[in-house]
Every structure is written in C-alpha cells, then in structure tokens.
C-alpha cells in the first residue's frame, strides 16, 4: 500500500500545478458552510451522544431539519441570532453542561464557526455544495493518470475508470471518455454501480485533507450527492447489495457506513488497529468484512456495529478483499502476497490465528497483492498486484485456471465483465486492458484520458 500511495504522488505531480487557489476562493466568498464546516464538526465531536440511537438531551444532529428542531429544550438555533442559540450556549458554557460533554470544549476558532454560521441565517447548503463542487473543469493530462478503480456497469454497457480529479465513463474502447465526471477528490480509490445501474458510486479524497464518497446520477451524469468524512482518503469504500449504503475504512482505523439516499452516517466502527483498507458486505447486507494494515479481516454486524469475528490468519497488512457474487466467501490477500478465500457463515467460532472457515489457500502471487475479483459466475478468481501477470483461479478447487497479462507492473484494479469472459485491468502505466479469459489474449487496450498534444511539435 505505502507503494501504491508514493506511485500515485508522482503520478498526479504532472497535473497538479493546473489546479490553482479556485477552491479557497469559493470557500471565502461561500461564509460558513453547513455541508463543509459545521456538518463535519458535528459529526467528530457530537454525533456519538446525539444520533438516531442516542438522542442525548432528546437532539439528532445527524441531519438539517433534526438539528434544527432540537432536543428537550426546544430549538437548537434561532437563525440570525447566535446570543439566543441553545447550541451556542452549550458550546461557550454559558449554559451546563457544557459540550461536548465530558470531553475538552471545542476550540475557540470552531466555535466562532458555529457562531458565524448561526448569524449569517443558518443556512443548509447541502445541496448546492454538492452541485457547486462537481461540474468543475476536467483535468489537462499530459501522461495518462494511475489507475486504482474500475467498475463495469451491471448491464457491462459503460467501464467505469478513475482519472484524477475525475471518473470516467467509457462505452467504447477507445481513448475518447463518453462522460467525465469532475469532482473536488483528487484520488478515486472505489468505484461501484448500483444494481440498477442507476447510481455510480466513487470513494477517495484528498490525502491527510478530506475523504469523500461520490453518487454520481448515470444517466444525467450530474452529482446527486457528495458525503466527506474522515480527514484523509477513504479506502476499499463498497456499496450494499441492494444499493442502500456504502461501507468504507479510514485512516483513523475507523470503518463507516453511510445512507446513499441522505449521506447520513449510520454507523462509524473502531475495531480495527491500523487504516482500514478494503470493505465488502455480506450477501444479505447485514454483515461486513473488514481489512487492514492491522493484518486483521473483521467480520462485523452491518445493522449494530457489533464485532462478530476475525475471519483471518494473521500475516501480512491486508490490502484487498472481494465477495464471491452468491456465497458468503471473501478473498483476501496483501503484503503476503498469498491470497486466501475463507468462509465467513460458519456457526463455528473461530479465534484469532485460526484457520477454522479457511477454504483455499491459493499459489503465492509474484507481488503484493493489490485488488481481487470473482467472476459473475462465481467460479473464477482474478488476483492482481505487484506483478504484471494476473492469474485466474478456479474458486471451488483453488487450482490455477489461466492468466491475463497486464503488460506492465502494478496492476491496482481489475474488473470482470458482467457477461463474463472478459477481465478489464488497470494500473501504473494508466492503461486499461482488457484480456480474453479463454486465451488469455489481450483484446483491447486504451489510454482512458485524452492526452494534451504537446504545443512544439517533435517533428
Ligand atoms: C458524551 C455525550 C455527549 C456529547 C459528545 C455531546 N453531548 Fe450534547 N448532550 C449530552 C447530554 C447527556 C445532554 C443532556 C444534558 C442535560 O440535559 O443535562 C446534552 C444536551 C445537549 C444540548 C441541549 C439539548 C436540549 O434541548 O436541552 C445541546 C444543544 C447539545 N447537547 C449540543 C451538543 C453539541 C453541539 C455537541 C458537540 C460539540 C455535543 N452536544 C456533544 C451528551 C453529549
């Protein structure tokens, strides 16, 4: 991982300096945001007491209008006047207890933003800020980006690829985007469709800035709503079966869970003891298997939070993980390099270090292992990483069934196609790849952005 992330510096050095102030500019102009400022301070420092299934003092502030409404004591703010806010009140302790309770005050300079904010009415921009932060100018390439994401759509019509700053929707493979999706994270590290195809889901962020998952509308191509969370990228974010939620991990150890239809966080998880690298729901929905730098692969209760097991052997930091399409078997795999499939609905408990549920334990990859995926089928597991070659297995035996041959090293992201037969791969060199599983025969290969045309011709 530690790699993957100085690959991607370089990466992105080309484009960066093209990115000017615009965005403190917009921020100055903007006063105090709801969306921006307060909705994440909120959500650090409040949210544990004050959220659906603990409303301390009778207050939400995981939403707007809860917020508004207040707890016990009525009202949390009169917009316009701060002197006569509640919330104000309980933040400077002009008023017991003093929030957040139990814990240090807030520092002078975030509750002048509460304060700020109260006077200049209060507003809910949530909407807007989403509007305002997508649509921006797409990138000027001058070498193609990384990869780290890729996604077919459910009917395998449109290939989803990360760029910087942006994703983009191919139809065709060709180096012509069909659509380009522009956004404020400049690193997209997820990509997933909705079963419906409908929505288009994007996690990354800004390193050691903000992380942010993105619902992207397909068909209109615009940004339906953009969550940030945590104060660096967010890693391995997957989407629920059904679409309803997204699972990420953070840089703070944390996994959470966020509502695609509100972006509200439902549930925010610390079991893990290092960043958080990869998460997948259950087939059902209702659990979720982590994994991490901590080498561990958690499995834990989607609804409740509530650690259930840990599904691994300890070895190396982890660094992928891919649900089998039907069954309730993960693949894993990382610093290791060895890639194993574990079942994870087994009544028996299992303990740490234990090889209880392990299914497979599969050939030694030539790298670190830094994505997995199971075919729609569910019978063939594609490993990629380090190596450029990227190896097929048959799920149910383990046994080698074929290879693809990425063409280069650091292979990121491979993706199947959803009718199956095709792996599309990406990485490094920021080539996307698509191979023949029959024979393993490279059958289109495409650079996903345009590339400027340098002004001095070489000629
Ligand atoms: C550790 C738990 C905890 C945390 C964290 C916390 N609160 Fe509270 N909060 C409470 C409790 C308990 C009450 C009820 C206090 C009482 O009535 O004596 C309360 C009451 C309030 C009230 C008054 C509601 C009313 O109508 O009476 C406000 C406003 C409030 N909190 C805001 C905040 C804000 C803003 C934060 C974050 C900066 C925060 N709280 C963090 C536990 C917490």
Redesign the pocket.
Known sequence: MTLLIAFLSVAVLSVSGLFGGGEAEAKAAAGVSYSQDIQP??QR??Q???QPSSR????D?TNFENLRT?????A?FVSGAPERS??LA??TGDR??R?????PP?DASDIEL?RKWIASGARDDSSEMATRLAGGKPPVYRQPPVITALAYSPDGGTLAVSGYREVLLHRDSDSVPDARLVGTADRIQSLGFTADGKTLMAAGGRPASFGEVQFWDVESEQLRRAVRSCHDTLFGASLSPDGTRVAFGCADHTVRIVEVATGKELLKMSHHENWVLGTVFGVDGKRIISVGRDRAAKLVDATTGAFIENVNLLKGELTAIARHPSRETVAIGGEDRTPFLYRVDKAAKMLIADSTNLLHELEKHDGEIFDLAFSPDGKTLAVSGASSRVPLYDVESGAASGACDAGHQGIYAVAFHPQGGRLAMGGFDGNVRICELDSGRTVSEFIPVPIQETLVSSR
């Open positions: 301070l909120l420092s409040c544990g007491c004050h301390q003092g009778g207050l502030v207040g707890g016990q004591h009525g949390s509640l919330l309980h933040l017991e207890p929030m957040p309770l139990g814990m807030l509460f």
